[in-house]
């Protein structure tokens, strides 16, 4: 039961443009939602989350917008850069649930130069 | 000001045999989670500890898996009789509260890779 989906495997983007990471989500429960970046043969990096309360979340390039009606949210990165090609996986967690954090499958980022 | 240690950071077993990761929290952190990421999808809860108890465990299978947080040293994933299905990434991450904001207080070690031959 994939409560959190990521349907684009993989997303390749310019140097400089936009990138749109999308994810969507099937519990209504979730209450909390997060962005982690991941390099090879590491581990997950927090970068930005957005509660459920909101709708857009902004940290420097990085921006996470919330659609609750749609359970969908997305992560902009602007201007792309070459250093962030890695994997990003959603999450999304409820206060019903603990701690525990319900993770996608993850998109590969690849800015090329 | 050392991150979350994991080691080893690759186990290779054969079938049959033990592994025994270990996870070594951030300075100050009580609460240790384990995650597991088979091959081609996203990180997967297994158990939730705080030192000396398991608080929730509800992702961990019946059988042959079991976990610690000792009050000295670090947290143990143990894994008895591996199969080959068992071939993962294990990761662990530390938060120094349950109650603090949900999530980004989770930091993650660079995980242990087991292979199960």
């Known amino acids: 039961d994939q409560q959190v989906k990521q349907n684009s495997p993989s997303l390749s983007v310019q140097e400089g443009r936009i990138s749109i990471l999308n994810c969507d989500y099937t519990?209504?429960?979730?209450?909390?939602f997060l962005w982690y970046k991941k390099y090879p043969a590491e581990g997950p990096t927090f970068l930005i989350s957005?509660?459920?309360?909101?709708d857009k979340n902004e940290d420097g390039r990085f921006t996470v917008f919330l659609n609750k009606s749609a359970k969908h949210l997305s992560l902009h990165i602007v201007p792309s850069q070459p250093g962030d090609s890695a994997v990003y996986f959603c999450?999304?967690?409820?206060?019903?649930?603990?701690?525990?954090?319900?993770f996608g499958a993850g998109t590969i980022l690849r800015v090329k130069s | 000001n050392a991150g979350v240690m994991q080691n080893p950071r690759h186990l290779v077993r054969r079938r049959g045999q033990e592994a025994r990761l270990r996870c070594s929290p951030m300075?100050?952190?009580?609460?240790v989670y384990w995650y597991r990421q088979l091959p081609e999808e996203g990180l997967k809860f297994m158990v939730y500890?705080?030192?000396?108890?398991?608080?929730?465990e509800s992702g961990m299978p019946k059988e042959r898996f079991s976990a610690e947080f000792p009050k000295e040293g670090p947290s143990i994933l143990r894994i008895q009789q591996v199969v080959r299905g068992d071939s993962a990434a294990y990761f662990c991450?530390?938060?120094?509260?349950?109650?603090?904001?949900?999530?980004?207080?989770?930091?993650f070690g660079p995980g242990t890779r087991l292979l199960v031959l």
């Open positions: 519990n209504s429960m979730f209450d909390y």
């Open positions: 500890l705080q030192k000396e108890n398991i608080i929730d």
């Open positions: 991450a530390s938060s120094l509260s349950r109650t603090s904001p949900r999530g980004e207080t989770q930091y």
């Open positions: 999450a999304a967690s409820a206060m019903w649930y603990g701690n525990k954090l319900v």
């Open positions: 957005i509660s459920s309360i909101k």
């Open positions: 300075k100050g952190h009580s609460h």
